[in-house]
């Protein structure tokens, strides 16, 4: 009896050895899968080089594109305008400077410093405040600066009201038809970094 007993104690730890050893592959298998899968979405991202571009003369701008550049761990380049702009420049209805550039279209107000590897970046990032309903001229200048024919443009603008409107779609024909526009969106000056996370993920593959 007490030989039986054991046999019978023998054969059910085998069979907890053989049934565990034939779960365990198959677990391990799932779970390379599963990493390789992370490993592969990793390496898409970090072929994809991002720099965030912003003009900005109230601060809402700048904010929101480090947001951007913090998020995507991108480098950032602010267009800083030869000229500066003062606080009468930018004062609406005023026939100020940013008045009269904004009504003529021939004017290309003109950039301090480059962008000197610029053919490295594949996305670009651009933020710009919303004047008189359309991008600064100083964004026209940047675009036309640069070839951009290989490279995904994803425009973001600040506004208190405004939306994007026409602004973004108005600047593609400053780049050649091989560039690729993402759709933007307008935000205001209280935006969380949380929203410009989510639009981000939401219109980056």
């Not at 970090?46 to 701008?61: A, D």
């Not at 550049?69 to 950032?76: K, Q, R, Y």
């Not at 600047?171 to 050649?176: D, G, I, N, R, V």
Request: hydrophobic share 30%; glycine share 6%.
């Amino acid at each position: 009896m007490k030989k039986s007993r054991f046999l019978k104690i023998i054969l059910f730890i085998s069979f907890l050895g053989i049934f565990t050893g034939c779960q365990n592959p198959t677990n391990n298998i799932d779970q390379n899968k599963k990493q390789s899968e992370v490993n592969k979405t990793q390496d898409m991202d970090t072929n994809e080089k991002t720099l965030v571009v912003y003009f900005s003369q109230t601060g809402t701008t700048k904010r929101l594109a480090e947001y951007a550049a913090d998020i995507l761990n991108a480098d950032i380049y602010e267009i800083i305008a030869a000229e500066p702009y003062t606080k009468e420049d930018l004062a609406y209805y005023t026939n100020g400077r940013a008045d009269q550039e904004q009504s003529d279209p021939s004017v290309r107000p003109q950039i301090s410093g480059e962008i000197k590897n610029m053919e490295e970046y594949d996305r670009i990032i651009l933020g710009y405040p919303i004047w008189h309903s359309q991008a600064p001229k100083i964004i026209i200048t940047f675009l036309e600066k640069y070839d951009f024919s290989k490279k995904t443009i994803i425009p973001f603008c600040t506004s208190h009201s405004s939306g994007i409107g026409s602004s973004a779609s108005h600047l593609h024909e400053y780049t050649a038809p091989t560039t690729t526009w993402l759709e933007g969106k307008r935000f205001g000056g209280e935006t969380s970094k949380k929203e410009i996370e989510e639009f981000l993920n939401n219109i980056i593959d």
